[in-house]
Nanobody, 121 residues
Framework: QVQLVESGGGLVQAGGSLSLSCAAS????????MGWFRQAPGKEREFVAA????????YYADSVKGRFTISRDNYKNTVYLHMNSLNSEDTAVYYC??????????????WGQGTQVTVSS
């Protein structure tokens, strides 16, 4: 069992930056690939970024590539999402996710409760 707690959401102006954190409980954090998803009002939850267990591999949705950076610290049991050049389309609730290595992100093992990111134009 893994519990995920996101933090760092808030209100930011368009063009600005924001960093999210997700702290995981348990001593098996490094066993999980970690990811970030988001859900905008009236839309389905979508994949944003993912990082492998070691942090050596990262993956991004085309919509955030070059603007967002996912990273992790296995000593602190924390995964991060650094977001730059934010625009109104990035407004959403952002969810942290943990998954078994090699599993599809279509079936996430554990979800956080979400943190709101609002980009004002």
């Amino acid at each position: 069992q893994v519990q995920l707690v996101e933090s760092g959401g808030g209100l930011v102006q368009a063009g600005g930056s924001l960093s999210l954190s997700c702290a995981a409980s348990g001593r098996t954090f490094s066993s999980y690939a970690m990811g970030w998803f988001r859900q905008a009002p009236g839309k389905e939850r979508e994949f944003v970024a993912a990082i492998s267990r070691s942090g050596g591999s990262t993956y991004y949705a085309d919509s955030v590539k070059g603007r967002f950076t996912i990273s992790r610290d296995n000593y602190k049991n924390t995964v991060y999402l650094h977001m730059n050049s934010l625009n109104s389309e990035d407004t959403a609730v952002y969810y942290c996710a943990a998954n078994w290595a090699g599993s599809s992100w279509r079936n996430v093992a554990y979800w956080g409760q979400g943190t709101q990111v609002t980009v004002s134009s």
